[in-house]
Structure formats: C-alpha cells, structure tokens
C-alpha cells in the first residue's frame, strides 16, 4: 500500500508541475454516492457557460451516466471508467489529460467516484480539493470520515432544502469541521432552490483569478 | 490484490463453517455514509427486544460514534476501528468473533463502514448481506455501483418519508434493481414514519427461523 501510494504521490507531482506550467487549475470534487456532485456540476458550469473554459473528468465505476449529465451542458467531459475501483488516481489523470489542449484551458474539474473514503488518499496533482456533503447523510459524518474533510479545502454542505425534514445540527456540523480543519471553507448549499451557488461560484472563480 | 481476496475468501470460508457449526445468522449490512444503516439497526433491534439474542459488530474508520448509539438499545456491541480502511474483512471478524460464545447467540449483524464501493468486495463469512440505499442517493445508484446490489439479498430503500422532496423515482430504481438482481427482496423504509420496518423486521425473523 505504501508503494502504492508513493508511486501515485510521485505521478501527482508530474501532473501539478504540467497543470502549473500551462496555467490551469485542477479541482478535485469528492463525497459519498449521492450527496450531489454531479447536479452542483451542472448547476456551477450554468453560471460559468462562456466565461471560463473548462474541461470535466468524470470517474465512475463502469457507467458514463454522469458524463452523459454533464455534456448536456455543453462543457467537453472525459469519462474515466474505474471497472470496479473505488477512486481515481495519479495515472489516470495523467493519461487522460495528455490528449487535452491545456494551454486552452482554465480549469478542470475532477469528479471522483463516489466515495468518503478512498479518494481521500489518492493525491491527483490538483490544486485543491472540495467534498459535498449532503445534509442528509448526518451531522456526524465529518468526525467519522476526517481524512476527506482534512484534505478538502471547501466543504459544500448541500441539499439545505431538506433542513427542515431531517435532524441535521448546522451548527454542530460546523464546529466539527472547523475543529478537523480550522481554515476550511463551508458552503450552505442546494441545487433545488439555487440557495449559497452564486457564493460557491464567486469562490471558485476567485481561485482562478489568483492564479 | 487477488491475493488479498483469496487469503480473505479462505477465512471466510472457516468464519462460516463456524457459524453454522453454532447455529448464528450473520448479516452483513452495507450502505453510503448517512444511508441510515445505525438508526435502522436501532429500529430494528427495538422491534427484537427479548425475542431473540443478538450482538452487533460495528465497523467504522476511527470513532465509536454508531456503536455508543446502539448500545443504548441494551443490546451488545463490538466495536471494529479499521484506522481509515474502507471496508472489513474476514479476519477481521474472526478475531472479534472468537471472544463471542456463539452458542449463546441467534443473530449477528455486522455494520460494515460507510461505503457502497469496497465493502462489496469482501466476504465476511455472513449468511447474507442486505444494502440500504436512501431515497436521497437518487435512483441512479444500482446502476452506478451495481456490485453492491448483485451482491445483497436484500435492499431497503430507505427515507421513504423524503420522496416528495426529490425527483427519486421508485419504479425505475425497482427495475434497475431487479434487472441487476432478479431475485432481490425490496423493503421502503422509513425511521421516522416506522413505514416499513415490520415488513423488513418479519422478513429478518424468518431468516431465523429458516436455520
């Protein structure tokens, strides 16, 4: 396993150093089956259709469904199929983005396979990681899956339409993942009512502008 | 890796001659982060008060958070830290499981970590495993992570409560799990309306009783 990683970790370096040199930000999105990655996707290229240019890599286990989500949209999307594994990795990403432009790129964003576990460890060369976290899923989720919310620099605690309908503490979510990771950024999310995106984009355009 | 699986696969092979020779169902029970597995196993464990005698073996990466909350119930826990690994294995249950008398003992169920991906893999040596899929993942989940759901002899799908709020669409999940599964029992639970759980809790008793 360290092997494993260390290999990986040595690939993850070459990617930073090739998304470094042509000007292009890598975001790595995380989070459990279902918390809504791919429809903050969808919701976040909306508000950034023709200002940025951006390229998604989608990571599945063996379907293309979020892929096919994403083009609607109109953004070029590359589909990594995992065949059964349970994140992506440094070689992967290399690969796939060996056949990209990236000189005419601005960002790319990664959409692990879903997972709070396992993509944690994997470094794939990006500049930063977030992790969506469903209101649904518990309040209590960030100090039982820490490593993902360690490593992420923004979190989106998201479908904050269904506050309402569950037991979910905010304020307890939030001194939780403060106390793992004391600057980490929360977002208060929901693709239903459009409820925090504009902040969500307005952060990650930021991130842009900063390079 | 198949040497991970293949030394896994022989202990699991001894824990279920084991199991047998004492006459202890094991399930194992899978699911996302925040599908609702521990507050299931509350439910599900109030309505089996006195009936029959059960210890519950709780895997999670570091916390004691879901073995603290079913110990409230009166009934046993073991607690498994698998110091970040994303699923249990059979030695796992092995070594926890020799300090159990086992004669004493109709039913173990097994709470695997939050993960829909890994914990599919290994076999633990149960006499099945059942996954619980919230209503809140989106209905395109077996599809997406369809070894789970071949796996399991049964899936709950779980706060039903939450269906007006989402675009989950009961029929077409059915079909893709049936498709996926012919023969798998489907339960529409719910822990907060109760809708559900006697159905679920009768379909485990006779498992019981099939000994």
Redesign the interface.
């Known amino acids: 396993m360290r092997n494993i990683l260390g290999a990986n970790d040595d690939i993850a370096a070459q990617n930073r150093k090739v998304f470094a040199e042509h000007g292009v930000i890598v975001m790595n999105l995380m989070g459990?089956?279902?918390s809504g990655k791919t429809t903050l996707l969808e919701q976040t290229l909306a508000r950034f259709a023709d200002k940025i240019k951006i390229v998604v890599i989608e990571g599945?286990?063996?379907?293309a469904?979020?892929a096919e989500r994403i083009e609607k949209s109109g953004v070029d999307v590359i589909q990594i199929n995992t065949a059964?594994g349970?994140h992506l990795d440094a070689p992967m990403i290399q690969k796939v983005c060996a056949s990209l432009d990236l000189d005419a790129l601005d960002l790319i964003i990664v959409e692990n396979?879903?997972?709070?576990?396992?993509p944690a460890?994997f470094d794939l060369g990006e500049n930063f990681k977030a992790v969506v976290l469903?209101i649904?899923?518990?309040d209590?989720?960030p100090?039982?899956?820490?490593?993902i919310f360690k490593e992420s620099e923004a979190v989106l605690l998201n479908?904050v339409?269904?506050l309402p309908?569950t037991n979910f503490n905010l304020e307890s979510a939030r001194n939780d993942l403060t106390t793992l990771h004391p600057t980490i950024k929360i977002f208060e999310t929901s693709c239903t009512t459009g409820a925090g995106l504009e902040t969500w984009c307005a952060w990650l355009l930021k991130k842009l502008e900063a390079r």
Do not use: R
């Not at 599945?60 to 379907?63: E, P, R």
């Not at 396979?113 to 396992?118: A, D, K, R, S, T």
């Not at 100090?143 to 490593?147: A, G, S």
């Open positions: 459990s089956p279902g599945d286990l063996f379907t469904k979020d059964g349970c396979v879903g997972n709070l576990v396992c460890e469903s649904t899923e518990g209590d989720k100090l039982k899956y820490p490593l479908k339409d269904l309908f």
